[in-house]
């Protein structure tokens, strides 16, 4: 992150070498902020996608509700497109308190807590529904509740629709067409032993690098939902879209737990409240976002193509087995399965 952004987020930057000293253990940035706890004011946010896309918009909702509630005392302001970094990055400065929220996929938070990998198995959710059933279950609060000890507060669960793979060489129909093709997937070794699995590359990128490594050829590939495909403009470089859906993996918003701490308890039920409302706008711009770029890429040059989803299924089976190893994990695979309706 530039020096000017973490100046503006009131933080100055430390060394690494000063925090691995003090006997932190740091993963990825060479430079992480120290950062004053803002415990009223203008609380910052991170996002990925661009600044019209529902995942910011329902943060920004968020903290319009704040700014009504307190009387202007509390906001939030969403640096969004991924301009503080990655996903990996961002949550790290956002668990030792560099920014107050954070939105993310589910996939980076599977290194850094296992009790979040049920969420990313594939073919676990049978369909949008069965996943909000799940996430709108004690389950998605005992899942949140797991990444307190990261120094992250789990607020609440958002919508990310089915992930599908794509590419830049042939429409992809049953597994063999998969066969050596370099796809990129997120920062979660389950992502890679789920891609490697059906006998393609995975690759991990950050998301923002994604369009770059297609458009130059570094990849082939990747793997995402409708809105980011064409958020992001993938499809304008990858044009087979192949309905695998292997994921319904969900959207977490989260807070740093330094922040929390700062809050008092009335505003911490406030900030509950927030985003447990955000979740309802949330499905809302997101199920007109899905719409809508179904329509965008209708009227593109982008071939879209159904698949029978069994042998995929079936290839990426034994990561369960390999990722799902310990009795709290494997209860919430079983109540998660338990929740569905076929
Ligand atoms: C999108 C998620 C975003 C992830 C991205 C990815 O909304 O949080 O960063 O996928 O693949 O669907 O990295």
């Given at each position: 992150?530039?020096?000017?952004?973490?100046?503006?987020?009131?933080?100055?930057?430390?060394?690494?070498?000063?925090?691995?000293?003090?006997?932190?253990?740091?993963?990825?940035?060479?430079?992480?902020?120290?950062?004053?706890?803002?415990?009223?004011?203008?609380?910052?946010?991170?996002?990925?996608?661009?600044?019209?896309?529902?995942?910011?918009?329902?943060?920004?909702?968020?903290?319009?509700?704040?700014?009504?509630?307190?009387?202007?005392?509390?906001?939030?302001?969403?640096?969004?497109?991924?301009?503080?970094?990655?996903?990996?990055?961002?949550?790290?400065?956002?668990?030792?308190?560099?920014?107050?929220?954070?939105?993310?996929?589910?996939?980076?938070?599977?290194?850094?807590?296992?009790?979040?990998?049920?969420?990313?198995?594939?073919?676990?959710?049978?369909?949008?529904?069965?996943?909000?059933?799940?996430?709108?279950?004690?389950?998605?609060?005992?899942?949140?509740?797991?990444?307190?000890?990261?120094?992250?507060?789990?607020?609440?669960?958002?919508?990310?629709?089915?992930?599908?793979?794509?590419?830049?060489?042939?429409?992809?129909?049953?597994?063999?067409?998969?066969?050596?093709?370099?796809?990129r997937?997120?920062?979660?070794?389950?992502?890679?032993?789920?891609?490697?699995?059906?006998?393609?590359?995975?690759?991990?990128i950050?998301?923002?690098e994604v369009y770059q490594s297609l458009a130059q050829?570094v990849i082939?590939?990747?793997?995402?939902?409708?809105?980011?495909?064409?958020?992001?403009?993938?499809?304008?470089?990858?044009?087979?879209?192949?309905?695998?859906?292997?994921?319904?993996?969900?959207?977490?918003?989260?807070?740093?737990?330094?922040?929390?701490?700062?809050?008092?308890?009335?505003?911490?039920?406030?900030?509950?409240?927030?985003?447990?409302?955000?979740?309802?706008?949330?499905?809302?711009?997101?199920?007109?976002?899905?719409?809508?770029?179904?329509?965008?890429?209708?009227?593109?040059?982008?071939?879209?193509?159904?698949?029978?989803?069994?042998?995929?299924?079936?290839?990426?089976?034994?990561?369960?087995?390999?990722?799902?190893?310990?009795?709290?994990?494997?209860?919430?695979?079983?109540?998660?399965?338990?929740?569905?309706?076929?």
């Amino acid at each position: 992150m530039r020096d000017d952004r973490l100046a503006s987020l009131g933080c100055g930057p430390v060394s690494r070498r000063r925090l691995l000293g003090g006997g932190l253990a740091l993963s990825a940035a060479t430079f992480l902020p120290a950062c004053k706890p803002r415990m009223s004011g203008l609380l910052t946010g991170a996002d990925t996608h661009p600044a019209d896309y529902p995942t910011v918009k329902a943060v920004e909702f968020m903290g319009r509700y704040l700014f009504e509630r307190t009387g202007g005392r509390l906001g939030i302001k969403v640096y969004a497109g991924g301009q503080l970094g990655s996903e990996t990055d961002t949550l790290e400065i956002t668990s030792f308190g560099g920014l107050d929220f954070n939105r993310v996929n589910f996939a980076p938070l599977n290194s850094i807590e296992p009790m979040t990998l049920p969420f990313s198995l594939p073919f676990v959710f049978e369909s949008v529904a069965h996943m909000r059933r799940v996430v709108d279950s004690a389950v998605g609060d005992e899942v949140l509740a797991t990444l307190e000890p990261h120094g992250l507060i789990g607020l609440c669960i958002y919508d990310s629709g089915a992930r599908s793979f794509y590419n830049t060489r042939r429409a992809i129909r049953t597994p063999d067409d998969m066969a050596g093709l370099k796809l990129r997937v997120p920062a979660s070794d389950l992502y890679v032993a789920m891609v490697n699995a059906l006998g393609a590359n995975a690759v991990p990128i950050p998301f923002g690098e994604v369009y770059q490594s297609l458009a130059q050829g570094v990849i082939d590939g990747a793997e995402n939902n409708w809105p980011s495909f064409v958020s992001a403009r993938h499809y304008e470089v990858a044009t087979y879209y192949s309905l695998t859906e292997h994921l319904l993996t969900p959207e977490a918003l989260v807070m740093s737990k330094t922040s929390w701490d700062g809050l008092s308890p009335d505003d911490r039920r406030l900030v509950r409240e927030a985003a447990k409302l955000s979740v309802v706008e949330m499905r809302r711009l997101w199920d007109q976002r899905v719409t809508e770029a179904k329509a965008t890429i209708a009227a593109s040059p982008v071939a879209v193509n159904a698949v029978e989803k069994e042998p995929f299924a079936a290839l990426m089976r034994p990561v369960w087995d390999q990722f799902i190893t310990t009795p709290a994990q494997k209860s919430v695979v079983e109540r998660i399965l338990a929740m569905r309706e076929g």
